[in-house]
C-alpha cells in the first residue's frame, strides 16, 4: 500500500473525497501496521460514514466497534464542537454503566430490558439533537480530520509503503 497524501487533497474537491481515498487505502491493510495517526482518519472516517440518523442507528445496528473507536477518534480531533457532542453521548451511556471507548462494554447494552433501551434511546436522541446540524450539514467530522491530516502531515507524508509481512 502506498499513497501520495498531497496527491490525494490536490486530486479531490472536498474532504469527503480526500477522506474516501484515504479510507480506500487504509482499509485494505492490517489494522495494526497503520500509524496512530492513519488509525484515527479510519475510525474518525468510518464512524461518520455510518452514522446514519444518529447514535442509535449504530446501536441498532450493533456496530460497537465503531462506536467506540470513532468516538475515541473524534476525541483526538480535539474540536470543541465535537468534544461537546461526544461528551453528551458518554454522560448518557455513562448513567447506564457503559463505557463507550469500550466495544464489550457496549454491547451490554443488548442485556438491557426494552424498556431501558428505549429510555436509552430517547436519551441519546436528545443528547446529539443540538449537534445533528454541525455533523450532517456542515460536516464537521470530515473538515476537521482534513484539518487533523494537515497537521499531522508529516506523519503522511513520511507513509510511502506498507510492506505486508504475510501471504495469503
Same mark, same amino acid.
Given at each position: 500500500? !502506498?499513497? *501520495?497524501?498531497? *496527491?490525494?487533497?490536490?486530486?479531490?474537491?472536498?474532504?469527503?473525497?480526500?477522506? +474516501?481515498?484515504?479510507?480506500?487505502? &487504509? @482499509?485494505?491493510?492490517?489494522?495494526?501496521?497503520? #500509524?496512530?495517526?492513519?488509525?484515527?482518519?479510519?475510525?474518525?472516517?468510518?464512524?461518520?460514514?455510518?452514522?446514519?440518523?444518529?447514535?442509535?442507528?449504530?446501536?441498532?445496528?450493533?456496530? #460497537?466497534?465503531?462506536? @467506540?473507536? $470513532?468516538?475515541?477518534?473524534?476525541?483526538?480531533?480535539?474540536?470543541?464542537? &465535537?468534544?461537546?457532542?461526544?461528551?453528551?453521548?458518554?454522560?448518557?451511556?455513562? =448513567?447506564?454503566?457503559?463505557?463507550?471507548?469500550?466495544?464489550?462494554?457496549?454491547?451490554?447494552?443488548?442485556?438491557?430490558?426494552?424498556?431501558?433501551?428505549?429510555?436509552?434511546?430517547?436519551?441519546?436522541?436528545?443528547?446529539?439533537?443540538? +449537534?445533528? !446540524?454541525?455533523?450532517?450539514? =456542515? $460536516?464537521?467530522?470530515?473538515?476537521?480530520?482534513?484539518?487533523?491530516?494537515?497537521? !499531522?502531515?508529516?506523519? +503522511?507524508? !513520511?507513509?510511502?509503503?506498507?510492506?505486508?509481512? +504475510?501471504?495469503?
Amino acid at each position: 500500500m !502506498n499513497y *501520495d497524501i498531497n *496527491d490525494l487533497i490536490q486530486k479531490n474537491a472536498n474532504p469527503a473525497e480526500v477522506l +474516501f481515498q484515504l479510507w480506500s487505502i &487504509l @482499509s485494505t491493510v492490517p489494522y495494526t501496521v497503520l #500509524y496512530h495517526e492513519e488509525q484515527v482518519v479510519l475510525n474518525a472516517w468510518n464512524f461518520d460514514s455510518t452514522y446514519g440518523n444518529g447514535i442509535n442507528d449504530l446501536i441498532t445496528n450493533e456496530n #460497537y466497534a465503531v462506536i @467506540s473507536r $470513532g468516538l475515541a477518534a473524534i476525541g483526538v480531533l480535539n474540536v470543541e464542537r &465535537l468534544n461537546l457532542w461526544k461528551h453528551s453521548i458518554e454522560a448518557v451511556l455513562g =448513567r447506564y454503566g457503559l463505557d463507550c471507548n469500550s466495544e464489550e462494554d457496549l454491547v451490554r447494552i443488548e442485556r438491557l430490558t426494552i424498556d431501558r433501551r428505549k429510555t436509552l434511546a430517547a436519551e441519546l436522541d436528545d443528547a446529539e439533537s443540538d +449537534f445533528l !446540524n454541525d455533523i450532517w450539514d =456542515r $460536516g464537521i467530522i470530515l473538515t476537521s480530520l482534513l484539518s487533523y491530516i494537515k497537521a !499531522n502531515m508529516n506523519v +503522511f507524508l !513520511n507513509r510511502k509503503t506498507i510492506e505486508l509481512a +504475510f501471504t495469503v
